[in-house]
């Protein structure tokens, strides 16, 4: 089966950056709308960010936008979500994924609902 794997989330200061990564095994990524979805202690699971393999059109949700920037890293078949200027409120657990029914095309607003399979997510605490 394709699992999805994140990596590169810690402890990080407000105003801080991380560098999370999505690869997968068996599947090559660029292929792929891959999306980043996050969650909070006590919160929904929430659509972050998105990017097309059609033309890498990006997709960030209000709350993140002109700090979070995806891309993808195609030699290392993998996914990028740079995150700057953190805040406490960026807190939670982040996840990549795949659309149930379209590949290609980010489909906004980001529905968890709409997700292939998930994988363990990689911890994201913003704190002083």
């Known amino acids: 089966q394709v699992q999805l794997v994140e990596s590169g989330g810690g402890l990080v200061q407000p105003g801080g950056s991380l560098r999370l990564s999505c690869t997968a095994s068996?599947?090559?990524?660029?292929?792929?709308?891959i999306a980043w979805f996050r969650q909070a202690p006590g919160k929904e699971r929430e659509g972050v960010s998105c990017?097309?393999?059609?033309?890498?059109?990006?997709y960030n949700t209000g709350s993140v936008k002109g700090r979070f920037t995806v891309s993808r890293d195609n030699a290392k078949n993998a996914v990028i979500l740079q995150m700057n200027n953190l805040k406490p409120e960026d807190t939670a657990v982040y996840y990549c994924a795949r659309d149930r029914y379209v590949r290609s095309i980010c489909v906004v607003p980001l529905d968890p609902g709409d997700v292939r399979a998930w994988g363990h997510g990689t911890q994201v605490t913003v704190s002083s």
């Open positions: 990017i097309s393999s059609r033309d890498d059109s990006t």
């Open positions: 068996g599947l090559t990524l660029e292929n792929y709308a």
